[in-house]
């Protein structure tokens, strides 16, 4: 029988239920995930960690600790992460997903079933979560134009997220000295949220010229969403309209048509698929689409629209009179 000791097993059985109930998972993710802290201020409170739980000896921590920078997020905040930093969100509902239509004794025929079942629900969803921000309004919580502009912007679930930066900005921040340098001007930012602790000195730099604002924290390039600190210099830079140049397309509730699904890139010409074509269609429906979104909640400009649409129909069918249509063969 071979000897084994604590350092062969699992993390939850290295730590034990004792120090799992004392909060040492829970210390670990607010350090690992935390979107602010730099890799300094990381490898204190990595070190502040070990010594309070007297994990300064255990092999596992001391391994993970030598390859941090292959795998904590503090180390890649010059990447362009864009909210691929998502913990295991993502994984676990993929797992979720193939857990509803999976069973070890199924047949073939009833995992297609199940398989297609499942998925038809995900597109409701998708339907209903495109929906519900072209044609529905999300509660906003103050006055600034800037989030009404990035409620029409975004989706529903990065609005929310933006939302609450828009709120921090007004309530747990700061500005603690500005200086000017040629012609930009660098804020030193003050947070106060709890959640923050030590990690709230920040440095914001804002060139008015052209809207440029960026941070230390780097959340921008971290999760394509603008941080409380950037919010905040713009509100004291008297920048009322949310600076376009930080609308990731990814991010907003026109990124998908409600057309690309049902065109399909084989009825393309043979010979002249290219990537330029495609972005031409694509542009289409997305003009097409927006113009409707814009014009839905007013009647008569969707009639006028609709009939100016028709007018082009008749013009293209002119135009086309002798063409052969396009197949998919």
Same mark, same amino acid.
């Given at each position: 029988m071979c000897n084994k000791t604590n350092d062969d097993y699992p993390l939850i059985f290295q730590l034990g239920s004792h120090m799992s109930k004392k909060g040492v998972l829970k210390r670990l993710n607010d350090v690992i995930w935390n979107e602010r802290i730099n890799t300094s201020e990381f490898e204190i409170e990595w070190q502040g960690i070990m010594d309070e739980y007297e994990l300064n000896d255990n092999k596992w921590f001391k391994d993970m600790f030598s390859i941090r920078d292959k795998w904590i997020p503090a180390y890649f905040k010059d990447c362009h992460l864009l909210g691929l930093m998502g913990k295991t969100s993502r994984c676990k509902g993929e797992n979720y997903f193939y857990g509803l239509m999976t069973n070890t004794k199924f047949h073939l025929i009833e995992y297609h079933?199940?398989?297609?079942?499942?998925?038809?629900?995900?597109?409701?969803?998708?339907?209903?979560?495109? =929906?519900? /921000? *072209?044609?529905?309004?999300?509660?906003?919580? @103050? +006055?600034?134009?800037?989030?009404?502009?990035?409620?029409?912007?975004?989706?529903?679930?990065?609005?929310?997220?933006?939302?609450?930066?828009?709120?921090?900005?007004?309530?747990?921040?700061?500005?603690?000295?500005?200086?000017?340098?040629?012609?930009?001007?660098?804020?030193?930012?003050?947070?106060?949220?709890?959640?923050?602790?030590?990690?709230?000195?920040?440095?914001?730099?804002?060139?008015?010229?052209?809207?440029?604002?960026?941070?230390?924290?780097?959340?921008?390039?971290?999760?394509?969403?603008?941080?409380?600190?950037?919010?905040?210099?713009?509100?004291?830079?008297?920048?009322? =309209?949310? /600076? *376009?140049?930080?609308?990731?397309?990814?991010? @907003? +509730?026109?990124?998908?048509?409600?057309?690309?699904?049902?065109?399909?890139?084989?009825?393309?010409?043979?010979?002249?698929?290219?990537?330029?074509?495609?972005?031409?269609?694509?542009d289409i429906y997305y003009l097409v689409d927006y113009c409707v979104d814009r014009l839905v909640s007013d009647m008569e400009k969707l009639k006028l629209y609709r009939e100016k649409l028709r007018e082009m129909i008749q013009d293209v069918d002119e135009d086309t009179r002798n063409l052969q249509p396009m197949t998919n063969t």
């Open positions: 079933d199940h398989f297609e079942t499942t998925k038809e629900a995900q597109r409701c969803l998708q339907r209903k979560n495109n =929906h519900d /921000p *072209r044609y529905t309004n999300p509660d906003t919580k @103050t +006055k600034l134009l800037i989030e009404d502009e990035v409620s029409e912007a975004f989706t529903r679930t990065v609005f929310f997220e933006i939302q609450k930066e828009i709120i921090a900005s007004r309530l747990t921040c700061y500005s603690i000295k500005v200086e000017e340098y040629d012609g930009i001007n660098k804020f030193n930012i003050k947070d106060n949220d709890k959640d923050v602790k030590h990690f709230g000195d920040f440095e914001v730099s804002f060139m008015k010229s052209d809207c440029t604002v960026t941070c230390s924290c780097l959340r921008f390039k971290l999760t394509g969403c603008l941080c409380r600190h950037c919010f905040y210099v713009l509100r004291m830079s008297r920048v009322e =309209h949310f /600076p *376009r140049k930080y609308i990731s397309r990814r991010w @907003t +509730k026109d990124v998908v048509s409600r057309s690309s699904n049902a065109y399909k890139m084989c009825q393309s010409p043979k010979n002249d698929a290219n990537e330029d074509f495609k972005s031409m269609i694509r």
